[in-house]
């Protein structure tokens, strides 16, 4: 799981 | 998307209607703090650029569209069209003390060191601290409107609401945001004081105000 992954959330 | 993400999310967008309405309705602002207001607004648009870069969802692109527009309307109405009924004289808290250290550690702390990393960081510590503003208010006039301790119940659940989001994600997704989990948390526990009198209080129908 990269920092990317929590992008979707907001 | 999990069920406490989604309540969570809704629970923001209602805080945020909640007090657009309370203010659009009583064509005043007395007692709610355009500082935060202003670190809000700061939050949405550092956080939500990835719209011009990463598409994701319909859902996620609208919502963050509207976080961005409605509370930028906030900071309209309060600063332009009811800028009589602001009340500065108890909004006096030194927002420099919390965006420029919140700048330095997302500089020094950060998944990743881009601009938009860096961005979207800043914006999530900034996010757990922006509430200081009102609370400090409160905190000066000794009380608050109830529909504001309403939008303020909204407000903080919905980072709670993300604390249990990631409990779950955690489990059943093996996902883990250090940066996101830990700003969340002491965005929560800054409310908790809060939480308290209003579950003790306005819940009961009484006006919120401090033991003097």
């Keep these: 799981s990269n920092s990317r992954d929590s992008h979707d959330e907001l | ?212």
């Design chain 2, 1 to 212: 998307m999990n069920i406490f993400r989604l309540v969570g999310d809704l629970s923001h967008l209602l805080a945020i209607f909640v007090l657009l309405l309370k203010i659009w309705k009583s064509r005043s602002c007395a007692g709610v703090s355009g500082k935060s207001q202003i670190l809000f607004a700061l939050v949405f648009i550092t956080r939500y650029l990835d719209l011009f870069t990463n598409f994701i969802s319909v859902y996620n692109s609208l919502m963050k569209v509207i976080f961005i527009a409605s509370t930028v309307a906030t900071v309209y109405l309060m600063y332009i069209k009811f800028k009589a009924t602001y009340d500065s004289n108890h909004d006096t808290f030194r927002i420099e003390f919390l965006v420029v250290p919140v700048g330095g550690l997302a500089f020094l702390v950060n998944h990743d060191f881009t601009p938009l990393e860096i961005l979207w960081t800043f914006s999530i510590y900034l996010e757990s601290v922006a509430i200081l503003p009102q609370l400090f208010m409160i905190s000066k006039t000794g009380e608050a409107e109830t529909i504001t301790s309403h939008y303020l119940f909204a407000l903080g659940s919905y980072r709670a609401l993300y604390l249990l989001n990631w409990i779950y994600r955690y489990y059943f997704e093996g996902y883990f945001d250090l940066i996101a989990v830990v700003a969340g948390c002491v965005q929560t526990i800054l409310y908790c004081d809060f939480f308290y009198l209003y579950i003790t209080k306005v819940m009961w129908g009484k006006k919120l105000s401090l033991p003097a």
